[in-house]
């Protein structure tokens, strides 16, 4: 009795690891693609890069739990049956969907990350040449100004 209970517990506990994405998840996705296409300030680009690097630590959690899960059903093969294989096969699918996916996200931080700097270094050159436009513009209105030492 207990024993079918373990294996009760432990295939739904597998059910709810393999379920696809949510609804919520699946809207998650699309939002963030879309704020992804539209990130034009410095700011829109930092907040995706967090993220896509808090999305990668969550893929690294699930990947670590499946590299347990694996090692356990390749250690305990024998207490699965005819099962064992094809449980081994699936989490070890699930462990490189997993870690593809971190890489991925960890990817797409870095580029986000970089075009942050990219903006940030524009905004900086723009108020550079803001202020020696400004300058200029008052050396001209005030040319007086320009000879005062002599």
Same mark, same amino acid.
Request: glycine fraction near 4%; proline fraction near 1%; aromatic fraction near 6%.
């Given at each position: 009795?207990?024993?079918?209970?373990?294996?009760?517990?432990?295939?739904?506990?597998?059910?709810?690891?393999?379920?696809?994405?949510?609804?919520?998840?699946?809207?998650?996705?699309?939002?963030?693609?879309?704020?992804?296409?539209?990130?034009?300030?410095?700011?829109?680009?930092?907040?995706?890069?967090?993220?896509?690097?808090? !999305? +990668? /630590? %969550?893929? &690294?959690?699930?990947?670590? @739990?499946?590299?347990?899960?694996?090692?356990?059903?390749?250690?305990? #093969?024998?207490?699965?049956?005819?099962?064992?294989?094809?449980?081994?096969?699936?989490?070890?699918?699930?462990?490189?969907?997993?870690?593809?996916?971190?890489?991925?996200?960890?990817?797409?931080?870095?580029?986000?990350?970089?075009?942050?700097?990219?903006?940030?270094?524009?905004?900086?050159?723009? !108020? +550079? /040449? %803001?202020? &020696?436009?400004?300058?200029? @513009?008052?050396?001209?209105?005030?040319?007086?100004?320009?000879?005062? #030492?002599?």
């Amino acid at each position: 009795m207990k024993t079918r209970k373990f294996f009760a517990v432990l295939s739904l506990g597998l059910l709810g690891a393999c379920a696809q994405i949510s609804p919520h998840e699946a809207v998650q996705n699309t939002n963030i693609r879309k704020a992804a296409q539209n990130a034009r300030t410095r700011s829109d680009h930092n907040a995706l890069t967090k993220y896509f690097e808090g !999305a +990668a /630590r %969550e893929m &690294q959690a699930k990947a670590k @739990e499946q590299k347990n899960l694996l090692e356990h059903y390749e250690k305990k #093969g024998h207490l699965y049956g005819r099962q064992a294989q094809d449980l081994k096969s699936h989490t070890a699918a699930l462990l490189r969907k997993y870690e593809a996916n971190a890489e991925e996200n960890i990817k797409e931080a870095a580029a986000h990350r970089q075009m942050a700097l990219e903006q940030a270094n524009r905004e900086r050159d723009f !108020a +550079a /040449r %803001e202020d &020696q436009m400004v300058g200029a @513009e008052k050396r001209r209105s005030n040319p007086k100004q320009d000879f005062s #030492g002599l």
